[in-house]
């Protein structure tokens, strides 16, 4: 078994071009062992210090700035906070992507060749219209919380907010018995 590895031999190993190692060096992410005239060698604990960061860089998405400040913390109480802040993070981003999925798909499922007849779009387009002309902040959210349906499927909260407003216009409030007629 080796125990120096060339700078080549190690950004070929770990998928990285050598200007890329030479910046996670710069970035002290890893540190070279030894230098033999101008070629950087990394030994096994140098290489595990690579793979902890691409552990964190690669697999746990963060930033080269973020991997830094995890992998160079001394502490398990600083690391665990540097973490669950990017866990927390993450998962506010994982919602607002959940959500873009959830309206691509509505308009997917939309057949109205006007955006503003379709029930859910236009009363959306409205708010929003309404909001910027009234200086008030924009809150509604596309879906209205009992029309979210399966968000991951096209069409479906479409589908049942269009009956929503079907069922509305033929004056039966929604939630009641079929076949019966409330008044607003």
Request: hydrophobic share 35%; net charge neutral.
């Amino acid at each position: 078994m080796k125990d120096l590895y060339s700078i080549s031999e190690v950004a070929d190993a770990f998928g990285l071009t050598v200007p890329a190692l030479r910046f996670y060096e710069e970035r002290g992410l890893v540190r070279h062992s030894v230098r033999r005239g101008r070629v950087r060698y990394y030994t096994r604990e140098d290489l595990a210090r690579l793979a902890y960061a691409q552990l964190w860089h690669d697999d746990g998405m963060l930033t080269l700035a973020e991997t830094s400040a995890i992998v160079d913390s001394e502490k398990v109480e600083d690391r665990l906070g540097l973490i669950a802040a990017q866990r927390d993070a993450m998962r506010r981003r994982i919602e607002k992507l959940d959500r873009a999925v959830a309206v691509l798909n509505h308009m997917l499922g939309c057949r109205t060749d006007d955006a503003l007849a379709c029930p859910m779009t236009g009363d959306y387009i409205r708010g929003r219209v309404e909001a910027a002309l009234s200086g008030t902040p924009h809150i509604t959210d596309f879906f209205p919380p009992d029309e979210r349906g399966d968000l991951n499927k096209p069409g479906e909260p479409h589908e049942r907010a269009g009956r929503a407003a079907r069922v509305e216009r033929a004056g039966r409030v929604p939630g009641s018995p079929p076949g019966r007629i409330d008044s607003p």
